[in-house]
């Protein structure tokens, strides 16, 4: 790689003198990452100080406001044309983020009292994971994660970083999180540095977990770490807040890895995306169990990937949550929301694990999120989805020769039933016809 820039070398010195644990999980590109002081520096300054007329930002203005046309700002016309049409900061509208951290001390009692970065306003969750592959992945790094996994894992972190993907089962034979299988797996690296990704609501199970496995996983891991391995601990937050069940951990495993030893680090990835029922409006953020000694350092960084990249989320988007956020029907609205699509989840429970389809599939558990996953006790995934889509105008996911996703959050309630009994209309018909098929093996998966 390149010569080092100054610029980066006094970053690097800077996480090395408040966290030596941190700088020792920065990838190759992470250490050689800084945001330049050029034209943003200069604009930032000459927006403090240039009190006459500033002639440094890159954008027109008319008459004091910013310039724009009417043809769209009619869609929008409560906002000021600054807040629609103006480049952001780097890490996000400060007043979002600090919105965005109060969010999540409400949401979490363990965050509470806990010391957090502010959030870091993230083009969507993707772009988070993205941050974070560059700013600690080296080609080769171990990332342990279980099989079950939202596919962008891979592309991230694998395909485009290069890292070495570790997996466990995620249910042990009791259908509950693999503690074993994570401290076995575990068990078996003996380098000096991991990264490890966890996500509850599991996507796309469904799955999420009771306080009991909250506290063995943070055993486990903490266990590892007096081994003296630096460990990343990601904390994938996709689903936060759509529980339905009220026997599991009800906020963010982020908060119990905070300060739970020196060699681990945590962050939390989360978003406006399902949180706030904002999907195409792309804002996302990024949470580090860190004080602001270290931060800097790693703002510093982090701001030289995004200006690398994107330059920052749509200013346009993070006004419209920050606004949301500030509505005095924000709760209410949310709650609505939250209502609608629980009595779909305890629906899909009651429909999905009726006696009746019970030599059809085994539902995984499911007590969050958008979606449940049956495990077919016959027939090929793929097949079945493509009969339920051609033949019937149903749209499912393969996740594996014998695993179906079904997202019941854009399911109405009264459609569900009719979804299943499609499902196990399919089934049935692909084993009637492999069982009368000249020397056909009836193919049970389970």
């Given at each position: 790689m390149h010569t080092l820039n100054p610029l980066a070398a006094e970053l690097n010195q800077q996480i090395r003198d408040t966290s030596p644990e941190v700088y020792a999980l920065l990838s190759d590109l992470g250490k050689h990452i800084y945001l330049p002081k050029g034209i943003l520096s200069q604009s930032a300054e000459a927006i403090e100080k240039a009190s006459r007329y500033n002639a440094t930002r890159a954008v027109a203005l008319a008459e004091n406001e910013i310039m724009h046309l009417n043809v769209s700002h009619q869609f929008v016309p409560e906002l000021t044309p600054e807040t629609v049409y103006s480049y952001p900061p780097i890490l996000g509208n400060r007043e979002l983020r600090t919105a965005w951290q109060n969010h999540i001390r409400i949401q979490n009692p363990l965050l509470t009292e806990a010391t957090l970065s502010l959030p870091i306003v993230t083009s969507g969750m993707t772009h988070g994971f993205s941050l974070?592959?560059?700013?600690?992945?080296?080609?080769?790094d171990t990332l342990i994660l279980p099989d079950k996994i939202w596919g962008n894992y891979k592309l991230i972190f694998q395909t485009k970083a290069g890292a070495n993907l570790q997996t466990y089962p995620f249910f042990n034979s009791d259908r509950?999180?693999?503690?074993?299988?994570?401290?076995?797996?575990?068990?078996?690296?003996?380098g000096n540095k991991l990264l490890i990704l966890l996500n509850f609501p599991h996507n796309p199970t469904g799955y999420a977990i009771t306080h009991a496995e909250a506290q063995q996983i943070r055993d486990t891991l903490v266990k590892h770490a007096k081994t003296g391995c630096r460990i990343l601990i990601m904390i994938d937050d996709a689903y936060a807040g759509f529980y339905y069940d009220d026997t599991v951990m009800q906020e963010s495993l982020f908060g119990m890895f905070l300060n739970c030893h020196t060699n681990s680090i945590a962050v939390k990835i989360d978003g406006a995306t399902k949180e706030e029922y904002a999907w195409g409006l792309r804002v996302g953020f990024l949470t580090f169990g860190l004080a602001e000694t270290v931060m800097k350092g790693i703002e510093g960084k982090v701001?030289?990937?995004i200006r690398a990249n994107t330059s920052g989320a749509s200013q346009i988007s993070q006004t419209l949550i920050l606004q949301a956020m500030n509505a005095p029907e924000y709760t209410e609205q949310k709650q609505h929301n939250y209502e609608i699509l629980k009595a779909r989840a305890l629906k899909v429970k009651q429909v999905a694990t009726d006696k009746k389809y019970a030599n059809l599939w085994e539902v995984y558990p499911n007590h969050a999120g958008y979606f449940t996953c049956l495990s077919l006790k016959s027939g090929n995934a793929e097949e079945v989805r493509q009969t339920l889509l051609e033949e019937h105008g149903i749209g499912t996911i393969a996740l594996s020769e014998n695993e179906i996703r079904i997202a019941y959050s854009c399911l109405q309630e009264s459609d569900i039933e009719v979804v299943f009994h499609k499902i196990a209309q399919v089934i049935r018909k692909w084993s009637t016809q492999r069982s009368n098929q000249p020397n056909s093996q009836h193919c049970v998966l389970h």
């Open positions: 974070l592959a560059d700013l600690f992945v080296n080609v080769g509950c999180f693999n503690i074993r299988g994570l401290s076995d797996i575990l068990s078996k690296h003996t701001s030289g990937l």
